[in-house]
């Protein structure tokens, strides 16, 4: 069996695609007068222009360095020469350091290079200490633990201590 099929009309063809874009138009626009009617075609939106916040020309602060007075240091003797810690004591009072007490390296030995260790926090002190000594910054390092091998120990207000080797130790 067949089936006939009804011949196109071409009018009404273009008829119906005429309904659906015209729906289609009506539907659009009443989405877009859904703002109470504010706007129109004919009408732009007006527009805000918006700037980017404003960057800073000024570099980022350098960290301060505290002051001597506000660096509590500890100077222990490892060069086995008598005095060394004393003079470097001496050295760093007269550059408002505040020594806080001496020591010795425990057990007493031979140390070629002076070094400069800090605790947490400290590095900018310690390295300011280091200058004001002479020894290089590649000697300056982070406090290990509570600092083993120091006699008296080191007092826990205490935030540099310098370990004075041969390199600085009178001669």
């Known amino acids: 069996m067949s089936v006939a099929r009804p011949t196109s009309n071409p009018a009404a063809r273009g008829a119906a695609i005429v309904l659906v874009a015209l729906a ?27 700037s980017a916040p404003s960057v800073s020309t000024t570099p980022a602060s350098t960290p301060v360095t505290p002051s001597p007075g506000d660096t509590k240091i500890v100077v222990a003797n490892g060069s086995l020469v008598s005095g060394a810690a004393s003079k470097i004591r001496d050295t760093l009072n007269g550059k408002n350091y505040t020594v806080l007490n001496l020591a010795n390296v425990s057990p007493a030995k031979r140390l070629d290079l002076s070094s400069v260790y800090y605790t947490e926090g400290f590095d900018l002190s310690a390295k300011a200490v280091a200058a004001a000594l002479g020894v290089k910054s590649d000697r300056v390092k982070l406090l290990p633990g509570d600092a083993p091998g120091i006699n008296p120990k080191l007092p826990a207000t205490a935030n540099v201590l310098v370990v004075v080797g041969a390199d600085l130790a009178p001669k």
Not at 24 to 50: N, R
């Open 24 to 50: 289609i138009g009506i539907a659009v626009l009443l989405k877009f007068s859904s703002d109470g009617g504010s706007s129109s075609a004919a009408e732009p939106k007006p527009t805000t222009t918006t």
